[in-house]
């Protein structure tokens, strides 16, 4: 059974979900705010998880504002989520963003050009392309009734 939980309810997971989110994204972007691998940290209240039984299958954040250099009126983002790769082709990333639509009915997110197709796919809209780390992103957001 899949079951939605906040990574704080798990902490043993705390340590893969700090290494995932460091090694996928993090690392490139270190110099802008100067963080290095032993002094990053996540805030485990921030995240959710996916579980079955008692693997992890993927996770998310919630962030008040995931580029507030770039558009600080924009709130909350969802960011850094990551499935891992035994659990993809799987629907397990629908169905967590619509677990998670649920909890945040307003949610704003920004990706590189070539996923934005998968998040319109599932009820996004594009808002902005614009520049990021010298690369092309979209900004995307999602209204849930």
Known sequence: MIVYQPLSN??????????TVW??????ITYEYK?????????PNNYYIVLEEASLLAFA????CDLSSLYPYYTPW???????????????????????STKHPILYLWCETALAPFYTER???????????????????????
């Open 23 to 28: 090694d996928q994204w993090q690392q490139e």
């Open 123 to 145: 009820g996004w809209t594009r808002l902005h392309e614009t520049n990021y780390l010298d690369r092309t992103i979209n900004i995307l957001s999602k209204i849930s009734k």
């Open 78 to 100: 969802l960011a850094d989520l990551y499935v891992f790769p035994a659990y993809r082709d799987k629907n397990v990333a629908t169905n967590f963003l619509h677990f998670i």
């Open 10 to 19: 798990h902490p043993k997971f705390i340590p893969l979900v700090r290494q």
């Open 35 to 43: 963080v290095t691998e032993d002094t990053f940290h996540i805030t």
């Open 61 to 64: 954040s919630i962030d008040l």
